[in-house]
């Protein structure tokens, strides 16, 4: 991701992905995060990119998380031949 990034609050996001038929990691896929913070305006998006870790493909990005706060991070994962994106919705604690 352009390496480590020296900002107080940087933070590594990082997802797997699984097809929940087969249990197999999703590698191929678009996964993007939107940020939004309960005490900040606004949101913010970032691609994930995806990384080789231990033999697999996960999916990451450093993310600014401003101050303490209570972030929603909206997950979208696109696939490739897939009709309808998957959605997951995560919350987290910031505390300085």
Request: proline share 5%; aromatic share 8%.
């Amino acid at each position: 991701h352009g390496g480590v990034p020296t900002g107080r609050h940087e933070h590594h996001v990082i997802i797997a992905i699984f097809d929940t038929a087969t249990g197999t990691r999703v590698e191929n896929a678009a996964v993007t995060i939107t940020v939004s913070g309960t005490g900040e305006i606004g949101e913010h998006s970032v691609r994930l990119d995806p990384m080789a870790i231990a033999g697999t493909i996960t999916y990451g990005a450093f993310v600014n998380f401003p101050g303490t706060d209570r972030y929603d991070i909206a997950v979208d994962v696109n696939i490739p031949g897939r009709s309808s994106p998957a959605d997951v919705d995560f919350k987290f604690d910031h505390v300085l």
